[in-house]
């Protein structure tokens, strides 16, 4: 049987796909976005990063700001109204 | 996760405002729901958001330096009766002029939201009966600088 394995996002896909699912929300997207924060604890090859630089990239992470209105997850949840985004955020 | 893991960045990180001056408490009271589902949808989820920033230590007293609204303004123009008293609970401010010279219950009475109008009014009521001294000396400097105003 042939085995799917996920491809693993580059840290800017990551983040774009971070701040959309802040935006839409919407079924699963509790897990989405866990499995994305989680994924900043290792490299582009799937290796644990140092604990500062996990610390680095996930505090990047969330003050990242859109270009639109300079929002961040946390703003983009709130304003469209996905409870489970901002209690996973805050 | 802001709580647990950046601890020391939390109370930035809540309080954050963007592009536009507001802060993601501001964003909530503002709007709450996505466009396709509407503002009818909101409510639920919106007092459980605004609790739960609250809880993780939202600034009420915050406004935008444009129009000098607060959370509490926008609550009250979007007609939210359990908003707004869950703001005044965590201490919102109830004499916070706008740049219009409006107060939050004035911008609930002018969106004809009365049952927000009474909110105002049971929350002031109970908070002068508790310690009348208090809450006239917290309201003073708001109401003199708007007597100064040329209104």
């Known amino acids: 049987m042939e085995e799917t394995k996920k491809k693993k996002l580059t840290k800017e896909e990551a983040i ?75 | 996760m802001i709580e647990i893991d950046f601890p020391l960045l939390k109370e930035k990180l809540i309080n954050l405002p963007n592009k536009f001056k507001f802060t993601p408490l501001m964003c909530v009271c503002f709007r709450g729901y996505l466009t396709k589902g509407g503002a009818k949808d909101a409510e639920v989820a919106r007092i459980d958001i605004v609790n739960t920033l609250l809880d993780a230590g939202a600034e009420t007293m915050y406004s935008t ?66 310690n009348p001294n208090q809450v006239i000396h917290d309201s003073l400097p708001a109401l003199q600088s708007a007597g100064n105003d040329d209104r």
């Open chain 2, 65 to 130: 330096p444009d129009t000098k609204m607060t959370a509490t303004h926008w609550a009250a123009y979007r007609k939210d009766a359990a908003v707004v008293n869950a703001l005044l609970l965590k201490g919102a401010n109830h004499f916070h002029f706008s740049h219009m010279n409006r107060l939050p219950i004035d911008v609930a009475g002018s969106s004809r939201a009365f049952d927000v109008v009474d909110e105002f009014l049971k929350n002031y009521y109970e908070s002068v009966s508790i």
């Open chain 1, 16 to 90: 774009a796909v971070f701040m959309d699912i802040a935006n839409d929300g919407g079924d699963g997207a509790l897990e989405e976005i866990t499995e994305i924060y989680v994924s900043f604890e290792t490299d582009a090859s799937g290796r644990p990063k140092q604990e500062a630089e996990v610390k680095e990239s996930k505090k990047y992470l969330l003050q990242y700001k859109n270009q639109r209105a300079g929002s961040t997850a946390l703003h983009l949840a709130a304003n469209n109204g996905h409870v489970e985004v901002v209690e996973f955020l805050v």
